[in-house]
């Protein structure tokens, strides 16, 4: 690459970094920071955050669903298994 298009290259980068630091916070901001809790976007907003939450809830009641049912099989192959072995002494 050439040394001038480095050089505008990092010019354009920087005066994007300061334009976007130098921008108001408020345009940055939700509609519930300033208080409109009542706005369509703070409807839409929790509703993904419900959604979200609902889609973890599943997702760790199938991961425990799976263990517990390995911790039963486990359980019910041992009983077998001492079944087996008690069968085979007698």
Not at 8 to 33: D, E, Y
Not at 44 to 71: D, P, Q, R
Request: glycine share 8%; net charge positive; charged share 15%.
């Amino acid at each position: 690459m050439e040394r001038g298009a480095m050089a505008g290259r990092f010019m354009r980068k920087t005066l994007i970094t300061t334009l976007l630091f130098a921008a108001p916070r408020a345009a940055l901001a939700c509609p519930v920071c300033f208080g409109q809790s009542d706005s369509p976007m703070a409807a839409a907003t929790n509703a993904g955050i419900w959604l979200m939450l609902g889609v973890v809830a599943i997702m760790l009641s199938g991961f425990a669903s799976f263990f517990i049912y390995l911790s039963r099989r486990m359980k019910r192959l041992s009983r077998l298994a001492e079944t087996v072995a008690s069968e085979g002494t007698a």
